[in-house]
């Protein structure tokens, strides 16, 4: 064999083994690939298992607060509380689960959280929100500059000139925020004021927001979740439009609705028939019932009604203020929802003490009261049983408290059983009228 023939095998040699390495890096390659997509199948697959369990909490959770809504427990205002709490964790098929849980400051409780447990930011004054943590006066000034419905600038506020000259302008709502972050967006303002250590406004105190602040956002590591005015005011809640019977409230007003009157209160018609005409009146209000009797309704305004009637029992005056509204009070189903008041059975003791009208001895009372009865509070009739409360004080008291509340946050983490992979959603459900809605969703 010559010279040449050996180099030309040699040759081909050395590409026979190029060209098996290179099949064999480009097999290593397309495996490695077909790895990769199967993973990334396997963990699209998780995602869909985790996030079908999280909406599946959320219907449960809506399947128990509307027929909560239909036939409220006569007599248990925490009833509804204990059904979401055993129903906050389950499973789903055999991939997945759902947990839903919240926390009330240092507890953590299982179910959505109670959106009434705030207090709505609309029915709170210049005073009531000189109270909160880190407010001045300046900052009221803007949050009612921004929530007015014109371009005047009070003193010490801010209007369309300041928000037009900022690096990224934007124009302020002029109307009531629809959001608690939206207030991250007034003038002074900032968000560890809104957020404090809830950073994520999810109602639950995440571990980087336990750690000492060794990960934002700072925090003290106490194990109670501080989210600044997040846990003490909102926007979200409304007023139910159905009475404690779970059908639509009575409108009362120039004789409507007496008749259902009798049979949800237990009143007399002649009783019933005094109240549509004092309802007819311009400047009348059921709440002013708590001071005012039927006998003493004659001659009220411009007209006389015919109030030689027996008086309510405060059972029937508890149930009249639950099941009744005056005409123009409540709008009907197409009309927009009105702002919501507090629950007293679920406000934190912390939370009551920024409520408007309520003084530390008044709160002192309210949690006292509550806290010996274990079914809570279900009427007015129940407040007028406390004695440190006047009569008057309880009317006042009613302007800003509720005894049942229609809008929640339902925070749902679904997981894949097998790969750990979690989806969380929250949801703001709203009951103040059937069917029940769903009025923001996230998920992420």
């Not at 079908?52 to 959770?61: F, H, K, L, P, Y």
């Not at 128990?64 to 509380?81: K, W």
């Not at 921004?146 to 302020?172: F, H, I, K, N």
Request: hydrophobic fraction near 40%; charge should be negative.
């Amino acid at each position: 064999m010559n010279a040449g023939g050996q180099t030309r095998r040699s040759f081909a040699t050395v590409v026979v083994l190029w060209v098996i390495g290179l099949a064999a890096v480009l097999v290593m390659g397309v495996q490695s690939a077909g790895l990769g997509q199967a993973f990334g199948a396997r963990d699209s697959v998780a995602e869909v298992h985790a996030r079908w369990a999280a909406i599946s909490g959320v219907e449960q959770a809506i399947a128990i607060l509307a027929d909560d809504a239909r036939d409220p427990h006569p007599s248990d205002a925490f009833h509804v509380y204990e059904r979401l709490a055993q129903d906050a964790a389950m499973d789903v098929g055999d991939r997945a689960s759902f947990d839903i849980e919240t926390w009330d400051r240092e507890d953590r409780l299982a179910g959505p959280s109670d959106a009434h447990g705030r207090i709505h930011v609309s029915r709170m004054t210049a005073e009531d929100l000189f109270w909160l943590p880190s407010m001045t006066e300046d900052l009221i000034s803007r949050i009612i500059d921004w929530a007015d419905e014109d371009d005047d600038t009070s003193p010490l506020g801010a209007e369309l000139g300041v928000y037009l000259s900022q690096p990224y302008p934007y124009e302020p709502r002029n109307g009531v925020p629809q959001t608690i972050e939206e207030l991250e967006l007034i003038s002074g303002i900032l968000p560890t004021d809104v957020r404090e250590e809830d950073w994520n406004l999810n109602g639950v105190l995440d571990p980087n927001e336990n750690d000492g602040g060794d990960t934002w956002p700072p925090d003290d590591a106490d194990g109670e979740l501080d989210a600044g005015w997040s846990g003490i005011i909102t926007v979200l809640p409304s007023e139910t439009t159905l009475g404690l019977s779970g059908e639509p409230k009575v409108r009362l007003g120039l004789g409507l609705g007496t008749g259902d009157l009798v049979a949800r209160t237990g009143m007399s018609g002649e009783q019933a028939e005094v109240l549509g005409e004092y309802a007819a009146l311009p400047t009348s209000s059921l709440e002013a019932l708590v001071t005012t009797d039927l006998s003493s309704l004659r001659g009220i305004g411009n007209q006389i009604i015919n109030a030689d009637v027996p008086d309510l029992t405060d059972e029937q005056l508890g149930l009249l203020l639950e099941e009744a509204a005056i005409d123009g009070e409540w709008l009907d189903a197409a009309g927009p929802r009105l702002p919501g008041r507090i629950n007293i059975n679920t406000v934190h003791e912390d939370v009551l003490g920024y409520a408007p009208g309520v003084t530390t001895s008044i709160a002192d009372a309210l949690i006292a009261e509550r806290n010996g009865r274990p079914l809570g509070f279900r009427t007015a009739a129940d407040l007028l049983e406390i004695p440190d409360l006047t009569r008057g004080r309880v009317q006042q008291l009613l302007s800003q408290f509720c005894f049942r509340s229609s809008t929640f946050v339902v925070r749902s983490v679904g997981r894949d059983r097998a790969s750990g992979v979690e989806v969380e959603v929250i949801a703001v459900v709203d009951r103040s009228r059937l069917p029940v809605t769903i009025q923001d969703l996230i998920v992420r």
